[in-house]
Antibody
Framework: EVQLVESGGGLVQPGGSLRLSCAAS????????MNWVRQAPGKGLEWISY??????????YYADSVKGRFTISRDNAKNSLYLQMDSLRAEDTAVYYCARDYYTGGYSPSVFDYWGQGTLVTVSS | SYVLTQPPSVSVAPGKTARITCGGNNIGSKSVHWYQQKPGQAPVLVIYYDKDRPSGIPERFSGSNSGNTATLTISRVEAGDEADYFC???????????FGGGTELSVL
């Protein structure tokens, strides 16, 4: 059974940093690209980042809203995906989901076939 | 950026057919994916590449896409289908994912 479990959310002050993790199991993590998608309270879904399969030298994309502030990475040996979030703003407050990309070995986002339960990030003073 | 427009809400009686639309400029030339999200839960993929169903998704869920409108159709609606539904495509210029604003399906 595919499982994605996010962790690392919490309350952080504006300008602060937080690192989210996503632990994957039930599939060969190293063969699937991964994504981060967020959802502000009561709002819709917003894709924010994609990483291809390699732990190093990956193809990476960011939404303009987080480019230059967030960094996506992965450790295939640990079956884990990460999101380093710096210079956080109030508008970054959201539930952050990791989502598996459908196409194994792809180099750009396609469709998200499995999602974790999400972790809540609250940016407030 | 590419904009997807969904009605905020759709209501349907049990046993009837619900149709949720997703409008976008020439969306028929794109691949559309649909997600179901129940309150407090993560999204679940229900239709991908316009009309394909993942394993475990009932045949009552179907999709179509033509012109400027993609449609998610839910036949013989059940109370358990109450949820928010989001459409998703890759943007025209960026090639990056774009979501519609979501449609709340209410079963009367």
């Amino acid at each position: 059974e595919v499982q994605l479990v996010e962790s690392g959310g919490g309350l952080v002050q504006p300008g602060g940093s937080l690192r989210l993790s996503c632990a994957a199991s039930g599939f060969t993590f190293s063969t699937y690209p991964m994504n981060w998608v967020r959802q502000a309270p009561g709002k819709g879904l917003e894709w924010i980042s994609y990483i291809s399969t390699a732990s190093t030298g990956s193809t990476i994309y960011y939404a303009d809203s987080v480019k230059g502030r967030f960094t996506i990475s992965r450790d295939n040996a640990k079956n884990s995906l990460y999101l380093q979030m710096d210079s956080l703003r109030a508008e970054d407050t959201a539930v952050y989901y990791c989502a598996r990309d459908y196409y194994t070995g792809g180099y750009s986002p396609s469709v998200f076939d499995y999602w974790g339960q999400g972790t809540l990030v609250t940016v407030s003073s | 950026s590419y904009v997807l427009t969904q009605p905020p809400s759709v209501s349907v009686a049990p046993g009837k057919t619900a149709r949720i639309t997703c409008g976008g400029n020439n969306i028929g030339s794109k691949s559309v994916h649909w997600y179901q999200q129940k309150p407090g839960q993560a999204p679940v993929l229900v239709i991908y590449y316009d009309k394909d169903r993942p394993s475990g998704i009932p045949e009552r869920f179907s999709g179509s896409n033509s012109g400027n409108t993609a449609t998610l159709t839910i036949s013989r609606v059940e109370a358990g289908d109450e949820a928010d539904y989001f459409c998703h495509v890759l943007g025209t210029s960026s090639g990056l994912p774009v979501f519609g604003g979501g449609t709340e399906l209410s079963v009367l």
